[in-house]
T-cell receptor
Framework: DAKTTQPTSMDCAEGRAANLPCNHS???????VYWYRQIHSQGPQYIIH???NNETNEMASLIITEDRKSSTLILPHATLRDTAVYYC???????????FGAGTTVTVRA | GAVVSQHPSWVICKSGTSVKIECRSL??????MFWYRQFPKQSLMLMAT?????????EQGVEKDKFLINHASLTLSTLTVTSAHPEDSSFYIC???????????FGPGTRLTVL
């Protein structure tokens, strides 16, 4: 799987949009970008995934650059409950395995 | 609602005892289940892949005789930590899938503390 690079940590203000970047410069054509988050002492929670088109669901939006070498997860209106570690993972379409990196620790402040 | 459950959610045991953790797929019959562990302040590491009706596949560095995995049905996989020691204290998390294109949803995790 392609490796990903994420900032170690970031703060954001409650009610504002949170933009979480991820670099995956060695991504292959058949690799998807997945985002999960892990709130303290819980199992990871699936957020969103995409291949090359931008995606949106009730939790977030995923913006993937045209060359697919980077992506941004957008939490449109961050709340205190969004404080968590966010993981960006690239996964081959026909491979089960998810390789977790260190992720980005996001702290939402009132 | 939750689609993967784990039991127990936490367990404390004495060194040298064995502990069994259950992982259940609640929404579909899962041909494959995965076990991860997470040490404090670290990321998740895949331990093993469990296929229904066959032997589990372990990642490098994971002792198969210490971490026994049984996937006897399509909705249940168990992880038994045998002769547990304090260094086995960790957060154990499972997930399941039925095809390579499934989005994986994780269980809530089991916190194991070995005294």
């Amino acid at each position: 799987d392609a490796k990903t690079t994420q900032p170690t940590s970031m703060d954001c203000a409650e009610g504002r949009a949170a933009n979480l970047p991820c670099n995956h410069s060695t991504i292959s054509g058949n690799e998807y970008v997945y985002w999960y988050r892990q709130i303290h002492s819980q199992g990871p929670q699936y957020i969103i995934h995409g291949l090359k088109n931008n995606e949106t669901n009730e939790m977030a939006s995923l913006i993937i650059t045209e060359d697919r070498k980077s992506s941004t997860l957008i939490l449109p209106h961050a709340t205190l409950r969004d404080t968590a570690v966010y993981y960006c993972i690239v996964r081959v379409g026909n491979d089960y395995k998810l390789s977790f990196g260190a992720g980005t620790t996001v702290t939402v402040r009132a | 609602g939750a689609v993967v459950s784990q039991h127990p959610s936490w367990v404390i045991c004495k060194s040298g005892t064995s502990v069994k953790i259950e992982c259940r797929s609640l929404d579909f019959q899962a041909t494959t289940m995965f076990w991860y562990r997470q040490f404090p302040k670290q990321s998740l590491m895949l331990m093993a892949t469990s296929n229904e009706g066959s032997k589990a596949t372990y990642e490098q560095g994971v002792e198969k005789d210490k971490f026994l995995i049984n996937h006897a049905s399509l909705t249940l996989s168990t992880l038994t930590v045998t002769s547990a020691h304090p260094e086995d204290s960790s957060f154990y998390i499972c997930t399941r899938t039925r095809s390579s294109t499934d989005t994986q949803y994780f269980g809530p995790g089991t916190r194991l503390t070995v005294l």
